[in-house]
């Protein structure tokens, strides 16, 4: 069993920056393909990024390119999203999930393990 740990949210205004951070446990981090998804209240979870096993390829939703990177460090067993020129429509929780296969990295039902999200709110 996988457990995700989200930390780096929190209040910020328009144009802000934020950081956040997923800490994975076990053995076999390097193995699994991560996401990030989010949910804003009354919406549906959306895709938001995801990283390969490798971290070599990288994957955004197209209201986040440009403004998101991310990126994960193996030796850490942490994936990053880091948020730069945030937007109000960004409100939401965000999740990492952590998935042993990956048909389509937008796809959260390919994603077996979850972490139990941290709150991103972005102030006009």
Same mark, same amino acid.
């Given at each position: 069993?996988?457990?995700?740990?989200?930390?780096?949210?929190?209040?910020?205004?328009?144009?802000?920056?934020?950081?956040?951070?997923?800490?994975?446990?076990?053995?076999?981090?390097?193995?699994?393909?991560?996401?990030? $998804?989010?949910?804003?209240?009354?919406?549906?979870?959306?895709?938001?990024?995801?990283?390969?096993?490798?971290?070599?390829?990288?994957?955004?939703?197209?209201?986040?390119?440009?403004?998101?990177?991310?990126?994960?460090?193996?030796?850490?067993?942490?994936?990053?999203?880091?948020?730069?020129?945030?937007?109000?429509?960004?409100?939401?929780?965000?999740?990492?999930?952590?998935?042993? $296969?990956?048909?389509?990295?937008?796809?959260?039902?390919?994603?077996?393990?979850?972490?139990?999200?941290?709150?991103?709110?972005?102030?006009?």
């Amino acid at each position: 069993q996988v457990q995700l740990v989200e930390s780096g949210g929190g209040l910020v205004q328009a144009g802000g920056s934020l950081r956040l951070s997923c800490t994975a446990s076990g053995r076999t981090f390097s193995s699994y393909h991560m996401g990030w $998804f989010r949910q804003a209240p009354g919406k549906a979870r959306e895709f938001v990024a995801a990283v390969s096993a490798s971290g070599t390829s990288t994957y955004y939703t197209d209201s986040v390119k440009g403004r998101f990177t991310m990126s994960r460090d193996n030796a850490k067993s942490t994936v990053y999203l880091q948020m730069n020129s945030l937007k109000p429509e960004d409100t939401a929780v965000y999740y990492c999930a952590a998935a042993i $296969f990956a048909t389509y990295y937008s796809y959260s039902n390919n994603y077996a393990y979850w972490g139990q999200g941290t709150q991103v709110t972005v102030s006009s």
